[in-house]
């Protein structure tokens, strides 16, 4: 045996038109947390997809355990210890765990082959205990958290022998107490002999779990450096290959103008939620996962039905019914998945973009062209979107474009007041920077912004004031941020 | 040269030629083995004669197309056009109604069908495929008692001119299908609604929080199927000069087969009218060749049914190979 887990050495991957990965070594100890930062379109995804065998390398040697092998399918890398947990989950909800544990590789007695439920539900419970798990093996997954169908999928992963596991962005969608668990279980998983490979954008996760840390640009690997003795910045300037000078962008351009006042709102999801939004200001809404606050956003936007309660703009009561009535009143959502509610994501860039504005484009059965490629040119140059053409697939385009692409199609309707749920998750540091800055830019013009964030950094650095819920409602605001830090929010969205 | 290029990229008509190439080819691959196997083939009168054939499957399948770029589908498009072909011959035989006003209710029939497929598949969120299945069974039976189960002729001429006239040497279905489609183009691009329809195939989601009515753009795309099929059972019946219980059986599975073939997405969202017109000749130049050559319609079915597989396949393929990342 070898002295890693795994040797990734000069690895090349083309695609069409497209210098992926430019000669890549990666090498993995036993038992260790490797931590694999890059910004969106560095090549990680397509070097983690090479381990998992969904692309082949052009050039290149993998060793697993010292041993040259050849991965060509996902089976054969699941066959060589190697289990791979996506951003999106890949169970089957409506089966039990132990059937998708088992899933393509049941268990069947010789003979009648008939499958042995016994021994799988069995195999799935001893796997689920050795990790601390307490769930009931024919519990189904749709009746599971995130979080824990999170668990679920690492077990299944250990269940087939997996040393190496890799996971991608594996805390994006966890609440924090959720997150304590996984770091938990990656502890155990250490102490067994397994070796991660951590893929994340967050950095205080990075410096809480991993032992070191590769940083991948433009395909290439830039270094590794062990986790204890870097630092945020260095890490940052690895990735964007330059010094990032202000990270945050925020000057205060709040007034004491009132535009919107929500009183009592109340829907099946939220309870009694009472704020004043003031002209120019960001709003950082925060607390913990089901906490309520997407919940809160779709009310506003007319999605979820409003129960009671009242919405005042400009002073003046409105009705919002539906997405429609928001708009129409100014209001925008850059809601908090973009690939499943922004996006159409297999149009091009400039149909998303326009969507909203199509009165402005389209009059009397007649294309403005002009105006369409004038739309859509300012705001690729003004969000610095990288996009060669507007015929562009959004699909085809990193994180942080498509999320800018997001943006800038509500931008395009001048809203009074913008609702941002999450928005830089899952965009890379650069553009995340490009984003803070097009909000303060916003607030400049008057623009009133409601920032729903997971990120305590970002709600610290980017907000005017801060509102924290919990089971469904605001449960505080903080006037003055000098009185906010980490712990009273955690404090008070635990209330 | 730069512009050259732009002008390739942006130009609606070679933008069409590249995205349909292959069925393109497949029809220009078809012309040249037709016109060697019957040298009556590349006639001016045989691919009138084509056009003909395909003009009322062509302007169903127009409707069909609309529906199936919101990812829906319609599958009462065949019972539609007997209902109301039905109903218009014995508006005029039986009840002795004036042609214009038997042609206008016979459509707007078929206009209520499909307003009552989209309203209900709109605020039940039930299945397109049941509702439109369940009117499919409706409208049949409809089509057998409104003429108590018997053919019924019409012999006012001036109807069946709707359907068998002529202007100059085109038959005026092909006019009706090239106006549609006219009409239809301006719909689907130049009109809100029209993208609209591409939104909610696209992405349902992603469309209701952008504040498109999503039962707005059901309703109007199966009460335009409705419409159309309305009309081509209109059609259909004064070229036949009889109203038939029976026809448009299994119309709507030409009219999928005529849309799928000119590559619109049986997910949503991607497809053009452009794509069904060649998709429809396609299968109209097969059947037209294959009649020629005097090969049985059990066999040509068998044909059409290879022909659908293949031409699907290589477009499927083709879409993998050109995605890259």
Not at chain 1, 27 to 46: C, D, I, P, Q, Y
Not at chain 1, 282 to 290: S, W
Not at chain 2, 128 to 154: C, N, Q, S
Not at chain 2, 264 to 285: D, E, K, N, R, V
Request: proline share 2%.
């Amino acid at each position: 045996m070898g002295e890693y887990a795994i040797e990734m050495n000069n690895i090349h991957k083309h695609f069409p038109g497209v210098y992926a990965l430019k000669d890549v070594t990666l090498k993995l100890r036993r038992g260790e947390v490797l931590a694999l930062l890059g910004e969106n379109g560095a090549g990680k995804s397509t070097l983690m997809k090479i381990l998992s065998g969904v692309y082949s390398s052009d050039e290149g040697e993998i060793y697993i355990n010292g041993q040259q092998c050849h991965i060509s399918s996902p089976s054969d890398s699941r066959n060589l210890g190697i289990g791979t947990i996506y951003q999106e989950l890949c169970l089957v909800p409506n089966m039990m765990i132990w059937e998708n544990f088992f899933l393509g590789i049941e268990k069947v007695s010789l003979g009648l082959r008939k499958i042995q439920i016994k021994e799988m539900r069995n195999k799935t419970k001893e796997v689920l205990e050795s990790l601390g798990l307490d769930i009931d093996p024919s519990s189904k997954v749709s009746s599971l958290s995130i979080a824990q169908q999170q668990m679920v999928e690492i077990a299944r992963a250990i269940s087939f022998n997996a040393q190496i596991i890799i996971m991608d962005e594996p805390t994006s969608s966890l609440t924090t107490k959720e997150v304590e668990k996984l770091y938990e279980l990656i502890g155990r998983l250490k102490k067994n002999d397994i070796s991660i490979i951590y893929i994340s954008h967050r950095m205080e996760e990075i410096f809480k779990i991993t032992d070191n840390v590769l940083v991948m640009r433009d395909g290439e690997t830039v270094g590794t450096h062990i986790t204890s003795k870097t630092n945020k910045d260095e890490l940052i300037s690895m990735m964007v290959g330059r010094v990032v000078e202000k990270y945050y962008t925020k000057n205060n351009h709040a007034t004491k103008e009132k535009i919107l006042e929500v009183n009592d709102l109340t829907t099946v999801y939220n309870k009694n939620v009472t704020f004043d939004l003031y002209k120019g200001e960001i709003l950082g809404l925060t607390g913990l996962m089901g906490a309520g606050r997407s919940e809160l956003s779709r009310a506003l936007f007319g999605i979820d039905e409003i129960l009671s309660g009242t919405i005042l703009l400009n002073g003046k009561a409105i009705l919002i019914k539906n997405p429609r009535d928001a708009i129409a009143n100014g209001l925008a959502l850059v809601p908090e998945n973009r690939r499943e509610q922004g996006l159409i994501i297999r149009n091009n860039f400039g149909f998303n973009i326009t969507l909203q504005v199509l009165n402005q484009i389209l009059h009397n059965f007649k294309l403005d062209r002009k105006k369409e490629t004038l739309i859509i040119g300012s705001f690729k140059k003004n969000l610095n979107i990288q996009a060669f053409s507007e015929k562009q697939k959004v699909m085809n385009l990193s994180g942080g474009n498509q999320q800018k692409i997001v943006l800038a199609k509500w931008l395009a309707t001048d809203p009074i007041v913008l609702i941002l749920d999450e928005p830089t998750r899952g965009v890379d540091v650069g553009a995340k920077a490009e984003i803070y800055t097009i909000m303060n830019q916003l607030t400049e013009k008057g623009v009133s912004i409601i920032m729903i964030s997971s990120e305590l950094p970002e709600i610290l650095n980017m907000s005017d004031r801060v509102a924290v819920m919990s089971r469904g409602t605001i449960v505080t605001i903080f006037e003055n941020m000098d009185d906010v830090n980490q712990q009273v929010i955690m404090n008070y969205s635990l209330h | 040269m730069k512009n050259d290029q732009k002008f390739f990229q942006q130009n609606p008509f070679f933008t069409f030629f590249r995205h349909n190439a292959g069925v393109l080819l497949g029809v220009v691959g078809l012309c040249i083995i037709m016109s060697f196997a019957s040298p009556y083939f590349m006639t001016k009168a045989n691919i009138l004669n084509v056009f003909m054939q395909i003009s009322t499957n062509t302007i169903a399948a127009f409707g069909m197309t609309l529906v199936i770029l919101t990812g829906g589908i319609d599958l009462s498009v065949g019972s539609l056009q007997a209902l109301t072909g039905m109903t218009v011959a014995v508006l005029i035989t039986n009840l002795g109604i004036p042609v214009p006003l038997a042609v206008l209710i016979g459509i707007l029939v078929g206009l209520a069908c499909g307003l009552f497929n989209g309203t209900i598949i709109a605020f039940t969120k039930m299945p397109e495929f049941i509702v439109t299945l369940a009117m499919m069974t409706i409208a049949r039976g409809l089509a057998y008692i409104v003429g108590d189960g018997k053919p019924t002729r019409v012999s006012d001429d001036s109807f069946n001119q709707l359907g068998a006239g002529f202007l100059g040497p085109i038959g005026l279905p092909i006019i009706y299908m090239f106006v549609i489609m006219a009409l239809l183009w301006y719909f689907l691009n130049r009109t809100k609604t029209g993208r609209h329809i591409y939104a909610v195939g696209g992405n349902k989601e992603a469309a209701l929080y952008s504040g498109i009515s999503i039962a707005k753009v059901q309703i109007i795309v199966f009460s335009l199927s409705g419409l159309l099929s309305g009309f081509t059972g209109v059609v259909l019946t004064a070229r036949m000069y009889t109203g038939q219980p029976a026809i448009g059986n299994g119309a709507e599975l030409d009219a999928i087969a005529a849309t799928v073939l000119g590559g619109t997405s049986m997910a949503g969202g991607a497809g053009t009218l452009g794509g069904t017109l060649i998709g429809a000749l396609i299968i109209g130049i097969m059947g037209n060749g294959l009649n020629l050559l005097n090969i049985s319609s059990f066999m040509q079915m068998v044909v059409k049914g290879f022909v659908i597989l293949v031409a699907v396949f290589i477009d499927t393929f083709r879409k993998k190979s050109s995605k890259g990342i």
